[in-house]
């Protein structure tokens, strides 16, 4: 085997760990172009849902809140101050237990 190069044509020091002015690895071939497609997403997405939309639904959801719909005012006021502690874990608890009765009726 041979020895590692200090920082010659493979970038190592005499121990064999990657030296200074190592340029490293070729990285993921994948990721420009899964960059590329996430930021094709955000480019739709913002096209579809632009601030203006954005805000017209919020009103829309905070006008039926005040007309007195309750679902409507549980979503604001989950999404404004977040999930009861308590609520949150007991709807957890509900969900593992449909999941464990799904589970043995297999």
């Given at each position: 085997?041979?020895d590692?190069?200090p920082?010659?044509g493979?970038g190592r020091?005499?121990?064999?760990?990657?030296?200074?002015?190592n340029?490293g690895?070729?990285g993921?071939?994948r990721?420009?172009?899964?960059r590329?497609?996430r930021?094709r997403?955000?480019?739709?997405?913002?096209?579809v849902c632009s601030p203006?939309?954005?805000?017209?639904?919020i009103?829309?959801?905070l006008r039926?809140?005040?007309?007195?719909?309750?679902?409507?005012?549980?979503l604001?006021l989950?999404?404004?101050?977040g999930?009861?502690a308590?609520t949150a874990?007991l709807?957890?608890?509900e969900?593992l237990?449909?999941?464990?009765?799904?589970?043995?009726?297999h």
């Amino acid at each position: 085997m041979d020895d590692p190069s200090p920082n010659g044509g493979n970038g190592r020091d005499a121990s064999g760990r990657f030296a200074p002015g190592n340029s490293g690895g070729p990285g993921n071939p994948r990721s420009r172009a899964a960059r590329q497609l996430r930021d094709r997403l955000d480019d739709a997405l913002f096209k579809v849902c632009s601030p203006d939309r954005l805000v017209s639904a919020i009103d829309a959801i905070l006008r039926r809140a005040e007309a007195g719909d309750v679902p409507a005012l549980k979503l604001l006021l989950e999404r404004i101050g977040g999930l009861p502690a308590v609520t949150a874990l007991l709807d957890r608890v509900e969900e593992l237990e449909r999941l464990m009765e799904t589970t043995d009726e297999h």
